[in-house]
């Protein structure tokens, strides 16, 4: 019985609570409706228009109001396939060298709507740019900390330990500037994330992204019409719909334990904007998950299953006709499916962690015939 | 005049600036009271802080859901909002809220048994009544129905039943301190619930003490009615925090702890008949101070279920606390002047057995209520 109650019980709580006992013992009817509150409400949804683009699915189980996307300068539905390709040219050995330029920046943003985060960035952004090159590329990343405090880009990639991007390796004091030279290898699904020291608040603050590696065909004969599909602008490729999504969280008031949980920062941004795919088309999602202080995170389709490529580093699914997957802290895949067959509508993704989900983490996916 | 210079210089040449470090401000915001039913749960927010408290988002056991702050906008410090969560809580169970401010920082507030709210109005009040009589007004009855054997007894065993008078008065002081300084802590740090408590409670006794001492030190039917007018302040805190509790939808144990509550005032009768044993009051002086002592219960009963906040409930606890020091001095000073020696009585063994017992009832029987 005492687990039942608070550590807060006193005389005064016994003692109403017996009165209620009580008193339906010693007047009867007249307290009797007040003690039997046993009828579990079903509030009603008093929504009243408060957003237009609200649907019946979440009822109320759902932030209020709406993120301000242009104070914040970006939009969750567009990072969704924001590629950053960098500038290209052509190195004398003929390769393509790709060149980013990156700065660290202090920056509040809105992660729920109302809520303020004090944000460290890549470029001004949560999640940072979504880098994206091919398989044995040369990349050149300029990276310029105008932060606060010591940075560092850390790839997921192959690279030398000069460029590894850790404190003594890479790392650019406030108003320094260091350059990251490495090969694209290999293809995949990667992501990039700041490694200064302590690494849990410099990855917590927002300073994360994808990286993308696209698999050169010439490369991979064998397979070269999936290998082709994988590679952005190719004829193949844009059959494909893509969508980069970087599950993440914040904790906003640095307890080690996440009050928001997303896709590309905002809470049930992809409730109230769902992302609309066309049915005969299929769809790629290259997920990240960079959530801290939960062990895992998860992604769970609704209605239909997918194949998965587990950091996308092969051409073969790693798991195939699944409709949930894990990822731990780090750890990113291509997920790949198509809604050909099933009816027009919305169909919902999240994961499957139901706090995670109920916290934020939940989107549709609107199915219609043709992306207006 | 000086005061408003000094206010003038700190708004116009802000010598405060240099310590100002872009430190998020600090917020605070305590919950008053907690309403549960069929459309949802209401939770009345009182804010305290160095800046006005946004309340951006609310999550009810770990899921954000949509509300209605009334009346809306920032609270200032001090200010008071209802929050308006429509969630289908559960019968008997327990339920969290956190409000998640502009600032990210979160305020979590527990429902540890949910339980629907009485529903205000007439019907439930008068269904208060007799709830509240049967916990203030029947034990001291029946405590003043020992009267015929307080006056059978001989000097010794006057002494005897005034010191344990003493010796609950003693126990109810110490019980309605706590019980003030705990509800107290909780109100919103404004408030200042401790310094709130001592300074409403050494009023109350003084401004009683010097009440009752106009004609000389207070005897017989005066002193009775003092010491009823504390145990009844006493019962009004009592009955405010039950009435809240209440409200609040605490859970049902069982009748016996009603009665252990009332077997526990019993001994509070028996106080009030203890100066009265030389004189022979009229019955209806008898119900005047049963009514003096148990029917605060039924007020604090309505008060506690209505609209109001700790901080209320916290000042009766500490208007009941001065006052029970009053009669504690007042009872003390009649058991000595009863005697040639004085305070030396004080050291005779029916005076320490009596307090020793009045002591020992009242904790004893608050066993039964006390978890």
């Known amino acids: ?372 | 005049m000086g005061l408003g210079l000094a206010i003038a210089w700190l708004v116009i040449a802000d010598p405060l600036s240099p310590f100002n470090n872009g430190a998020p401000p600090i917020e605070n915001l305590t919950v008053e009271r907690t309403v549960l039913d069929s459309d949802g749960i209401h939770l009345k927010i009182r804010a305290g802080g160095s800046e006005p408290v946004v309340i951006a988002q609310v999550q009810v056991d770990d899921a954000y859901w949509r509300f209605v702050q009334n009346p809306p906008g920032p609270l200032p410090r001090l200010a008071a909002a209802w929050l308006d969560i429509p969630y289908p809580w559960v019968h008997g169970e327990t339920h969290v809220v956190k409000a998640v401010t502009s600032t990210g920082a979160a305020f979590t507030f527990e429902i540890p048994v949910a339980v629907a709210s009485p529903p205000g109005g007439l019907r439930p009040m008068l269904a208060q009544v007799p709830l509240g009589a049967f916990v203030g007004i029947v034990p001291v009855v029946i405590g003043l129905a020992f009267y015929p054997l307080i006056r059978g007894t001989g000097r010794r065993g006057m002494d005897f039943v005034l010191a344990m008078t003493i010796g609950l008065l003693g126990f109810l002081l110490v019980d309605t301190l706590a019980e003030a300084f705990e509800t107290g802590g909780r109100s919103a740090p404004a408030f200042q619930g401790t310094a709130m408590v001592v300074l409403v409670a050494a009023l109350s006794f003084l401004v009683l003490f010097a009440i009752g001492r106009r004609g000389g030190a207070p005897t017989g039917l005066v002193l009775a009615t003092y010491i009823a007018l504390g145990i009844g302040l006493h019962n009004l805190g009592e009955g405010m925090a039950i009435g809240a509790a209440f409200t609040a939808g605490a859970a049902g144990l069982g009748t016996f702890l009603v009665l252990g509550f009332a077997l526990h005032n019993v001994t509070e009768g028996i106080g009030i008949a203890a100066p009265l044993a030389e004189r022979r009051p009229s019955l209806i002086v008898f119900a005047g101070l049963a009514l003096l002592a148990g029917a605060p219960a039924v007020f604090g009963l309505w008060l506690g279920s209505l609209a109001y906040g700790l901080q209320w409930t916290a000042l009766a606890f500490a208007v009941g606390a001065g006052a029970i020091l009053q009669v504690i001095v007042e009872v003390g000073t009649y058991l000595a002047t009863r005697h040639e020696g004085g305070g030396a009585v004080w050291l005779s063994s029916p005076a320490i057995g009596g307090f020793a017992a009045g002591l020992a009832i009242m904790y004893v029987t608050a066993m039964l209520v006390k978890i």
């Open chain 1, 1 to 372: 019985m005492g687990g039942w109650f608070g550590s807060r019980l006193s005389r005064r709580s016994l003692v109403s609570g017996s009165i209620l006992a009580g008193g339906t013992a010693l007047v009867g009817s007249a307290a009797r409706h007040a003690a039997q509150g046993q009828t579990v409400p079903h509030p009603t949804a008093h929504d009243g228009g408060h957003d237009a683009g609200d649907h019946s699915t979440h009822g109320n189980m759902i932030t209020v109001g709406d993120v301000d996307l242009a104070r914040n300068g970006f939009d969750p539905s567009k990072l969704l396939s924001d590629w950053d390709t960098g500038a290209v040219s052509t190195l004398p050995d003929g390769r393509t060298l790709r060149s980013f330029e990156i700065t660290a920046e202090d920056k509040a943003i809105e992660v729920a709507p109302g809520v303020s985060f004090p944000a460290w960035t890549f470029n001004g952004r949560v999640p940072g740019p979504t880098l994206r090159a091919t398989e044995g590329d040369r990349l050149r990343i300029v990276f310029r900390n105008y932060g606060s405090h010591p940075h560092t880009m850390h790839f997921h990639g192959i690279h030398s330990a000069r460029m590894d991007g850790v404190p003594g390796q890479g790392q650019a004091m406030p108003g320094e500037e260091f350059i990251y030279e490495f090969d694209a290898l290999p293809f995949g699904c990667h992501l990039y994330h700041c490694h200064a020291q302590p690494l849990k608040r410099h990855i917590h603050k927002g300073m994360y992204g994808a990286f993308i590696v696209d698999p050169d065909p010439s490369r991979h004969p064998e397979q070269e019409p999936v290998a082709r599909s994988r590679l952005l602008g190719s004829a193949e490729n844009r059959r494909w719909q893509e969508f980069v999504m970087v599950m993440n969280g914040f904790d906003t008031n640095f307890d080690s334990e996440n009050e928001v949980y997303a896709v590309n920062t905002v809470p049930h941004h992809f409730m109230r904007h769902p992302i609309s795919i066309e049915r005969g088309r299929p769809v790629r999602i290259y997920l990240v998950n960079v959530l801290e202080f939960d062990l895992i995170n998860s992604f769970h389709l609704h209605a239909n299953f997918f194949d998965y490529f587990d950091h996308g580093t092969t051409l073969a699914p790693t798991l195939r006709t699944v409709d949930t997957i894990m990822q731990c802290q780090g750890q990113r895949g291509i997920i790949e499916f198509s809604y050909g067959e099933h009816e027009l509508g919305q169909y919902m993704f999240h994961a499957h962690q139901s706090e995670f989900a109920e916290l934020g983490w939940m989107g549709m996916f609107d199915v219609v015939e043709a992306v207006s």
